[in-house]
C-alpha cells in the first residue's frame, strides 16, 4: 500500500493525508474525514488544528511529487520503463509493444488512453498519463504481481505538470508532432519544448528511438546526443510496404539485414506504429525474427482503424481528432478505397478551436462525401461548434446531422459496394459529454447494431 493518499474517502489507517488545493475541490476542506478514515498524519499548505501530527508546507502537491520520488525510488527501479510520446501513435505503438512483449513471455503492463492493463487488471484511467498519485499505485501493485515492463503513453500535459516526476525511462520514443493541444499550448514551438521533456526522464544509458521522417525528430537527437531511428531513411528502414483493408506487409532493413512482416493492421501510419513497436521489443534484447513470428497474434487497440464489414462496404472508427490525424487517415484508406470514403466528423467542445475549420476542409477536400455531426461539445453550444468547421469548408459535399447515432446510421445507409465509411474523433470513448454530463455512446455498438430498414 502507498503511503500517501490525496482522496479523503480512500483513506485507510496509517497512511498520510496530502491536502491538496485543486481547481474544483480543496483537500483542506476534508481533513477530518481523512482522520476518521484512519489518516496518521496530515499534511497541509496552512495550520489546522487536528488530533493528529501536522506537516505545514508551502506547496502540498510539490511535496507529494517529492516525497513519492524519494520513497518509491529504488522500488520502481527494478522495473522496465518505456515512454512514447508524440500527437499520434502513442496509443498503437504502446499496445502494439505491450502485445509483442506478453507474447515474448514477458510480465509487461500497458498505460494510457485506453487504460491500465495487466494480467487480470484493466483499469479506465481520466487522462492518458494519470496523476501522479495513481500512476505510482498502479506502478507499485503491478511490481507487486510480478511486473517486468511498464509501456506508457506519455502526454505534452503530463510532462507540463510533472506527472512523471522520478521515473527514469529505459527507453523513450518520439512518434511525430503535428496540432494538437493549442487551446492549452499556444504555440507550436512551446507544445514541442514539452515534448522534448520527457528526455530529463531518459536514463543516460537509455535508449531513445524517434520517427526520422518527422522534422521535429532532430530536436529530440540533439538534446540526447543519440538516437535510434525509424523510417524510409532510418536505422529500421522502411523499404517497401503492400496495404490492403485488412492487412499490411511491411519490408524493412536494420543493421544490413532486411526482414519481411506481415501484420493485421491496416494504414500508412501504422506501418510506423509497428516498427516502433518493433524498434522497442528488439532493443529490450529480443530477435527481431521472433517477434516477426509473433506478429501475427496481434491486433490494433479499440478504435484505432476498427474495421467492420457492413451494407456491403467497411465502416472503419477511429480516434483520429486532430488535423494530422484526419489527413492521415482519409489519405491512407483514399489509397485503399476501390468505391467511396464518406466520413462522419465532429470536433470537442472546450477544446483548440483553432483546428475546427482546418478540419473541416480536410475532411471535404478529401472524402468523396462529408456527415458532420457532434463529438463531446461538453460545455460549449454544439452548434458554434458546427459554425466554426463550416469555416474552412470550401466544397458542397457535406451534410450536417448534430446527433451521432442518426449520423452513423445514415452514413451507412450510404454505403454502396466497396465503400468506406470513416467515422472519426471518438474511438474507443463510449460516451458523449454533453455540458457535464456522460451519455452512453459508442460508435462500435452503433455499427454493430445497425440494421437496414
Known sequence: MNKFETDSRKVKKGQIFVAIKGHTVDGHDYIDEAIANGASIVVAEHPVDVPVELKVVDNS????????????????????????????????????????????????????TIGFKYQDMDI??????????????????????????????????????????????????????????????????????????????????????????DEAHTAFLQKFNKGLTIGLNGDYKIIDTEITPATTTIKFSYLKK????????????????????????????????????LTKDIKAPKGRCETYEVNNGYAVIDYAHTPDAVLKVINAYNELKKGKVITILGCGGDRDPIKR???????????????????????EDPEKIMEDILKGVQKNNYEVIMDRKKAI????????????????????????????????LDDAFEVKSWTKE
Not at 83 to 89: C, D, E
Not at 265 to 291: K, P, R
Not at 411 to 435: F, N, P
Open 124 to 213: 479506465t484511467l481520466e487522462n492518458t498519463t494519470p496523476d501522479i498519485l495513481t500512476l505510482y499505485n498502479l506502478l507499485l501493485t503491478a511490481l507487486d504481481k510480478d511486473c517486468q515492463v511498464v509501456v506508457m503513453e506519455v502526454s505534452s500535459h503530463s510532462l507540463s505538470f510533472e506527472r512523471i516526476y522520478g521515473l527514469k525511462l529505459d527507453i523513450a520514443c518520439f512518434t511525430n508532432l503535428t496540432e494538437d493541444h493549442l487551446d492549452y499550448h499556444k504555440t507550436m514551438e512551446n507544445y514541442l519544448k514539452e515534448k522534448l521533456k520527457i528526455i530529463n526522464y531518459l536514463k543516460e544509458e537509455g535508449t531513445l528511438i524517434v520517427n526520422s521522417d
Open 61 to 112: 502537491e510539490e511535496y507529494l511529487k517529492e516525497q513519492l520520488a524519494l520513497e518509491y525510488k529504488d522500488k520502481l527501479s527494478k522495473l522496465k520503463i518505456v515512454g512514447v510520446t508524440g500527437t499520434n501513435g502513442k496509443t498503437t505503438t504502446c499496445y502494439l509493444t505491450y502485445q509483442l512483449l506478453n507474447l515474448l513471455g514477458v510480465k509487461a503492463a500497458y498505460m494510457g
Open 409 to 440: 446510421k445514415t452514413g451507412i445507409d450510404k454505403l454502396e459496394k466497396d465503400d468506406i465509411l470513416l467515422i472519426l474523433g471518438k474511438g474507443h470513448e463510449d460516451y458523449q459529454i454533453i455540458g457535464h454530463t456522460k451519455y452512453h
Open 258 to 293: 532486411e526482414y519481411i512482416v506481415k501484420t493485421n493492421l491496416t494504414s500508412s501510419f501504422n506501418v510506423y506504429n509497428y516498427l516502433m513497436a518493433l524498434a522497442i521489443v528488439n532493443n529490450l534484447g529480443y530477435d527481431i525474427n521472433d517477434i516477426i513470428k
Open 357 to 379: 475549420p482546418i478540419m473541416g476542409e480536410i475532411a471535404t477536400r478529401l472524402s468523396d462525401y462529408v456527415i458532420f455531426t457532434n463529438d463531446n461539445p461538453r460545455t
